[in-house]
């Protein structure tokens, strides 16, 4: 069993940053791989980025370029750094563990689930 908790999120403005932090307690952090979604209101959720189990790191589009993906073993911690956020970035972002290798992007493939945390992006 793994258990994730966000955190992190808030109001901000246009073109600002953000860090996102989901820490991890339970089983091996390292054997699994960590991937970011997020779900806007009225819209189905999304998949934002992963970083695998090898440390391969992978982006929707929408983001690319703008949010990075990193992780840090020592501290059970995956982190996800949001720059030059959109309003279109509002959405309430969740961190999930997998156990799949190769690049899970589908939510379906996550096995474990945080509660979320939500930013809200002003123009």
């Known amino acids: 069993q793994v258990q994730l908790l966000e955190s992190g999120g808030g109001l901000v403005q246009a073109g600002d940053s953000l860090r996102l932090s989901c820490a991890a307690s339970g089983r091996t952090f390292s054997s699994y791989g960590w991937g970011w979604f997020r779900q806007a209101p009225g819209k189905e959720r999304e998949f934002v980025g992963g970083?695998?189990?090898?440390?391969?790191?992978y982006y929707a589009d929408p983001v690319k370029g703008r949010f990075t993906i990193s992780r840090d073993n020592a501290k059970n911690t995956v982190y996800l750094q949001m720059n030059s956020l959109k309003p279109e970035d509002t959405a309430v972002y969740y961190c999930?563990?997998?156990?799949?290798?190769?690049?899970?992007?589908?939510?379906?493939?996550?096995?474990?689930w945080g509660q979320g945390t939500q930013v809200t992006v002003s123009s």
């Open positions: 999930a563990a997998t156990s799949r290798l190769g690049y899970p992007s589908q939510g379906s493939e996550y096995d474990y």
């Open positions: 970083i695998n189990r090898s440390g391969g790191r």
